[in-house]
């Protein structure tokens, strides 16, 4: 097993140089990256800054998508043209191509300028096969705002450093430089306060984000609620009208529809958590239960591969008191990134109640987790290159969830994978068991 997580991309020297702060930087527009390629369909994005202010030459910090840095590369110089016009004007643009764009041989991309009070930072671009849904602009002015706010507020943080360096400098030489060091603290004052107002500009830009994910989530569940149920009276009332091939079609429809639905409820579970809307209801609750339960919703993923599910519950296993729906949405995860990366073998469910803590391991033998890669596997959108997203449906969330809901309920959770062999994820609750 292993999660979805896109390929880590980034020109060499930018993302690991200076220590933890450009780290930081870096992951923050590797997601903005991954969002940007979400947007339309899954594609490529990728996140173009300058090498100085008044600077116009786009130059690749971030990029999603890709297999390699080399596919990276060739998209940008694909797009270098647009990139460049759009930091110049500040407009965004809207463009079809039919020659290649990195892994994508013909379709669409838009490129949004990364604009702030200082001028132009850079640029987004997002590309993909599928034209894009009239929300993307919007969506994607809005990750162009949030990365703009966190190269601007990086480039602070560093002035600052310098600035409170020659500080501590010259308190060390107080009687030669005290003029200096009095223009210099008022400087860093000055700098102070930049920084809270630009972090506040960046809480604005995370709330408008978060506003705009549930109106979406919520926009798109109520139609698509409509549309499966309609697949599904078609195929209890029209069955015997109905030719073979397209029953074939309405049940792969219907497939599709509910995982689609599923990952718009795991969209807004995942806010609501972060926005402390998730309320705990607790119930009576048996875990044996939870497991068949999981195992058959997980039927559609096996399909026809040669896989079984073994389950190892240790005795004794009363009932206990819980979270119902949460214990049984994070096993059904679990279990359905297991049984949708394990090609062959077995998934063995391990479970006991040890010390007032439900303790669960789920073990597969499926394509495992390179150790480079198993620290982001909890990160949202996560995913480890572009050949995953086409062979496995997904959109990353699901690991992010459980480790969520588990945090929600006090829980833990671990993971222990090797390439070839396998991954095993473990996770610790506590619980009530009932006599």
Not at 202 to 218: Q, V
């Amino acid at each position: 097993m292993t999660a979805q997580l896109h390929q880590r991309t980034t020109e060499p020297g930018v993302e690991n140089q200076g220590g933890p702060r450009e780290e930081a930087l870096a992951t923050a527009l590797r997601g903005v990256a991954l969002h940007a390629a979400e947007q339309l369909g899954g594609g490529i994005g990728l996140v173009f800054t300058t090498a100085a202010k008044g600077d116009t030459t786009p130059r690749l910090r971030a990029a999603a998508g890709f297999a390699s840095l080399d596919a990276a590369r060739a998209a940008a110089v694909a797009l270098q043209t647009s990139v460049s016009a759009v930091m110049q004007t500040g407009v965004p643009r809207h463009l079809e191509f039919q020659t290649a764009v990195g892994p994508i041989a013909a379709g669409y991309a838009i490129v949004v300028p990364l604009r702030s009070d200082s001028g132009c930072l850079g640029a987004l671009a997002a590309a993909g096969t599928a034209s894009p849904a009239p929300a993307a602009l919007e969506a994607l002015s809005l990750l162009a705002a949030l990365a703009a706010s966190r190269l601007e507020q990086g480039a602070l943080v560093g002035e600052l450093s310098v600035l409170r360096a020659r500080v501590e400098e010259l308190e060390k030489k107080k009687n030669d430089g005290n003029d200096e060091l009095l223009q210099l603290s008022e400087t860093v004052f000055a700098q102070d306060i930049e920084i809270l107002q630009n972090r506040e500009a960046i809480g604005k830009i995370e709330r408008l984000k978060n506003d705009f994910i549930e109106k979406m989530s919520r926009e798109l569940r109520t139609p698509l609620n409509s549309i499966i149920e309609s697949v599904i009276s078609v195929l209890a009332n029209e069955n015997e009208s109905l030719s073979e091939s397209a029953k074939n079609a309405l049940r792969h429809a219907l497939d599709e529809g509910t995982a689609f639905l599923r990952t718009l409820q795991n969209i807004l579970d995942l806010w609501r958590i972060r926005q402390g809307e998730l309320p705990i209801e607790i119930h009576e609750v048996s875990f044996r239960d939870v497991v068949e339960e999981s195992i058959f919703s997980v039927q559609d993923t096996l399909g026809d591969k040669p896989v079984t599910i073994e389950k190892n519950l240790r005795e004794p296993l009363p009932k206990i008191r819980t979270d119902l729906a949460k214990l049984s949405q994070i096993l059904f995860l679990l279990l359905d990134n297991a049984a949708k990366f394990t090609p062959k073998g077995r998934i063995e469910i391990r479970a006991e109640l040890r010390d007032g803590a439900l303790r669960c391991e789920l073990e597969d033998t499926g394509i495992g987790i390179c150790h480079d890669d198993q620290q982001y596997v909890f990160d949202e959108f996560y995913q480890v290159d572009a050949s995953t997203s086409s062979r496995y449906r997904g959109a990353g969330l699901g690991l992010t969830l459980v480790k969520e809901l588990l945090a929600l309920l006090g829980g833990q959770l671990s993971l222990v994978s090797e390439v070839g062999k396998g991954t095993t994820v473990s996770f610790e609750l506590p619980v009530q068991p009932l006599a």
